[in-house]
């Protein structure tokens, strides 16, 4: 019987105990002479031996999780988050309006600017992850500034209003994840939001400027997303 089956069957009790019957304990033990004790004053049950976990999110930043967040738009730069152009800016020569582009891009020359930019970075101290993403790669997924949005305590996927940019943030979470930072909201429904249209004035309040004239529904999306940005 599959275990997930058996766990919410009712019934995990006799399925564990079946399960483990023919194990050994640390010293040595049967199992089977241990069915008379009681597990309920283990730490596994929260017994005496059971630690809380009294230490808030936040205190948790930089130990359990990566450390990460940013509150302002002037404090010390420290790392950031970036994809290096490629191939995938060939899409724009035959018609760079189709992939949102002002004009034809030299993929080449993108990648040398980009290349100049992170030893820029690097060589006052920043630290610069890369984007790996899959194939095919969208000929917008150089500007990650759009993906997500930094806060205090981790980051709010972001979700491009446009069928085109569709999926890059996929491949912006899978970076993050790779860097422990947390990733406190991914929008659903159809909300959409990019990270570059919030700006934080100070530690308590940032601004949201909503693209593409968003309806009453959608500015009430906006707030329920925003709201995560209020700390302490």
Same mark, same amino acid.
């Given at each position: 019987?599959?275990?997930?089956?058996?766990?919410?069957?009712?019934?995990?009790?006799?399925?564990?105990?079946?399960?483990y019957s023919n194990c050994m304990t640390s010293n040595g033990m049967s199992s089977n002479s241990m069915k008379n004790k009681s597990?309920?004053?283990?730490?596994?049950?929260?017994g005496g031996g059971w630690q809380p976990r009294d230490s808030s999110h936040w205190d948790e930043i930089g130990d359990v999780w990566g450390d990460c967040g940013i509150d302002s738009e002037w404090r010390t730069l420290r790392s950031v988050i970036v994809h290096r152009p490629g191939r995938e800016?060939? &899409?724009?020569? =035959?018609? !760079?309006?189709q992939v949102q582009m002002l004009?034809?891009?030299?993929?080449?020359? $993108?990648?040398?600017?980009?290349?100049?930019?992170?030893?820029a970075y690097r060589n006052n101290g920043v630290e610069v992850d890369l984007v790996q993403p899959r194939e095919p790669v969208s000929p917008n997924q150089m500007f990650c500034a759009d993906l997500f949005a930094m806060t205090p305590q981790g980051a709010i996927?972001?979700?491009?209003a446009s069928v085109v940019r569709a999926g890059e943030e996929?491949?912006?979470?899978?970076?993050? &994840?790779?860097? =422990?930072? !947390?990733?406190?909201?991914?929008?659903?429904?159809?909300?959409?939001?990019?990270? $570059?249209?919030?700006?934080?004035?100070?530690?308590?309040?940032s601004?949201?400027?909503?693209?593409?004239?968003?309806?009453r529904k959608q500015r009430g999306r906006y707030h329920r997303y925003c709201t995560i940005s209020t700390w302490r």
């Open positions: 019987m599959d275990i997930a089956e058996t766990l919410s069957g009712g019934y995990c009790c006799e399925a564990v105990n079946s399960m597990t309920f004053d283990t730490a596994a049950y929260g800016l060939e &899409a724009s020569l =035959d018609n !760079p309006d004009e034809r891009v030299d993929w080449g020359k $993108a990648a040398a600017e980009h290349d100049q930019m992170v030893e996927l972001a979700r491009p996929v491949q912006v979470a899978r970076c993050l &994840a790779q860097r =422990d930072v !947390p990733i406190l909201s991914t929008l659903t429904g159809h909300a959409t939001f990019e990270g $570059a249209d919030m700006i934080w004035v100070n530690r308590h309040c601004l949201v400027g909503p693209a593409c004239g968003p309806t």
